[in-house]
């Protein structure tokens, strides 16, 4: 954790938050007090059992939903509403991506809002679309590609709007395993590449434990935070190798205890 208050603001800071939800049953208070911060070109993975507010966290942290009390900052702004410099990339690319456009066009879609030239639009998507391993299916149609192929869709979306900030709820779940390890790496390389800072909900321990400089794991109902847990793999990492270090198997644990005792 990366944390005091004579440092520069962390790239996210999230502090004493609440989130109650007011339905017609009355109110449903989710989440009780979260704090933890996320410095930038880090990666967060967020874990914890189902159920227990992780994609609330999100919609508070992107300003989708208003936060009950406490506050989560970027750079030291309060986020009262979504940020320009966030990105948000769903489990479901089959929402997320307009079928009627091309991937092209798709990729292109946020960056009208950054009044870029028409060069740098397309040095953006060209490079995004590469970044993904999708170079050449600029001209296709979301329903001519697989599942795994839109997700990579959607986060060339997110990387060439070039956030600071790039929030991604489970991003993999619906896709091949294959496809997963190298979507996990290609995380770590915008990363590297761009120097953004990236949140991921999962509920893949051992994704978690790979992708993480930091893991924070939320239990009790409404939600706190159990434990944050700092990863050090040091860079670069490998699929096989690194999740092969018997420091993997030890954190893999205490993860999985943690939540289980959460749920
Ligand atoms: N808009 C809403 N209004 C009322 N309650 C909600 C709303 N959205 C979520 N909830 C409730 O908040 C709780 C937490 O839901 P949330 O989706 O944030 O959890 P989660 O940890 O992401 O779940 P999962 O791991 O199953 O994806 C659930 O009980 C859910 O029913």
Redesign the pocket.
């Known amino acids: 954790m990366t944390a005091n208050s004579t440092a520069a603001p962390a790239r996210l800071s999230v502090t004493g938050l609440a989130k109650t939800?007011d339905?017609a049953k009355g109110r449903?208070p989710?989440i009780a007090d979260l704090t933890f911060e996320v410095a930038t070109a880090e990666i967060a993975c967020i874990v914890?059992p189902?159920?227990?507010?992780?994609?609330?966290l999100l919609k508070c942290l992107t300003g989708l939903q208003p936060i009950t009390s406490g506050s989560a900052r970027i750079d030291g702004r309060p986020i009262d509403g979504p940020p320009e410099e966030m990105a948000l990339v769903f489990q479901e690319y089959t929402r997320s991506l307009m079928p009627w456009l091309t991937v092209e066009r798709n990729v292109r879609l946020p960056l009208r809002h950054l009044r870029l030239s028409r060069a740098e639009t397309a040095e953006r998507v060209g490079a995004a679309l590469a970044a993904v391993g999708l170079a050449g299916a600029e001209g296709k149609y979301p329903w001519q590609l697989s599942g795994g192929m839109q997700q990579r869709v959607a986060i060339a979306r997110a990387i060439a709007y070039r956030p600071e900030v790039l929030v991604m709820d489970e991003p993999f779940a619906s896709v091949d395993a294959q496809t997963r390890f190298e979507l996990e790496d290609l995380c770590l390389r915008i990363r590297e590449e761009f120097g953004m800072t990236i949140v991921i909900?999962t509920?893949d321990i051992d994704e978690a434990v790979y992708l993480s400089d930091r893991v924070v794991v939320l239990g009790e109902r409404p939600a706190r935070v159990t434990e944050i847990i700092d990863i050090d793999f040091g860079e670069p990492r490998d699929q096989l190798r690194t999740r092969a270090l018997p420091e993997f198997a030890r954190l893999r644990t205490e993860i999985f205890e943690l939540i289980r005792k959460a749920g």
């Open positions: 939800y339905t449903v989710v914890g189902s159920g227990i507010g992780k994609t609330t909900v509920h």
